[in-house]
């Protein structure tokens, strides 16, 4: 398949196959007698665990990573799980960083009752006039 089908199947800008393949993520397509790229469907395969480890945060280290270890299928997944732990960690402070956000927003937004600028409490509160 051309870069245009394997973009379409997995929800891929061309630009990003391309990327991909510049960084080693993605293994370079073959190439047909004119010049296209040819992707395989271990390409497709390949392209779609790449996006859905990016789609879970993982880094384009840790999806290098976890790809090296899915081609291990003897070994312990031990490694993939502690990865994981330590994703759903970031996770979780994320969370917790955005409720905090949540907050602060909607206290700044109650505390507001101004009609005029010069007396609105969240831009005092930007300008940390309080």
Do not use: W
């Amino acid at each position: 398949m051309r870069i245009g089908e394997l973009a379409r199947a997995t929800g891929t800008k061309a630009e990003t196959i391309r990327y991909y393949e510049r960084e080693g993520i993605l293994p370079l397509a073959d190439r047909t007698d004119g010049n296209y790229r040819d992707y395989s469907p271990e390409h497709l395969a390949t392209l779609t665990f790449i996006r859905r480890a990016r789609e879970l945060g993982f880094g384009m280290e840790q999806v290098r990573l976890l790809l090296d270890l899915s081609d291990r299928a003897d070994k312990p997944c031990e490694e993939v799980d502690l990865m994981v732990e330590g994703q759903l960690a970031e996770v979780d402070r994320k969370i917790a960083d955005l409720t905090r956000l949540r907050e602060e927003l909607s206290r700044m937004l109650r505390s507001c009752q101004a009609d005029r600028i010069g007396e609105c409490r969240v831009v005092e509160s930007l300008s940390g006039r309080r």
